[in-house]
């Protein structure tokens, strides 16, 4: 699987950071509770309550800025972008040198 990278963004004040996950002690982490997926069943033949599973919520911080939460949003690590960036100049330029506008 390829690596990811979290972005912490604060819609309130703008705050913005790119992040692999290492790098957030300076953050005040928020802890949250595990939700219950469904309501607990009776089983008879084992007569016993069957339990639902638990579904994990994502991670919250405290915005250092604005001190509203913040949720770590999951991406793809990119591929070197500046060869990216040199193979789509190239394809643009006519034989000239000059971009075609």
Same mark, same amino acid.
């Given at each position: 699987? %390829? &690596?990811? @990278?979290?972005?912490?963004?604060? &819609?309130?004040? =703008?705050?913005?950071?790119?992040?692999?996950?290492?790098?957030?002690?300076?953050?005040?982490?928020?802890?949250?509770?595990?939700i219950?997926?469904? @309501?607990?069943?009776?089983?008879?033949?084992?007569?016993?309550?069957?339990?639902?599973?638990?579904?994990?919520?994502?991670?919250?911080?405290?915005?250092?800025?604005? =001190?509203?939460l @913040?949720t770590?949003?999951?991406?793809p690590?990119?591929?070197?972008?500046?060869?990216?960036?040199? &193979? &789509?100049?190239? %394809?643009v330029?006519?034989?000239?040198?000059?971009? =075609?506008?």
């Amino acid at each position: 699987m %390829d &690596e990811m @990278i979290f972005r912490l963004y604060c &819609e309130m004040c =703008g705050y913005n950071r790119w992040t692999d996950g290492t790098d957030v002690d300076d953050l005040l982490v928020y802890q949250r509770s595990s939700i219950q997926t469904g @309501i607990p069943k009776y089983d008879p033949k084992q007569k016993k309550t069957v339990q639902k599973d638990f579904h994990k919520l994502p991670k919250q911080f405290k915005c250092p800025k604005c =001190g509203r939460l @913040i949720t770590a949003k999951k991406y793809p690590k990119p591929k070197d972008a500046k060869a990216d960036r040199n &193979e &789509e100049t190239d %394809d643009v330029r006519n034989q000239d040198g000059n971009a =075609g506008l």
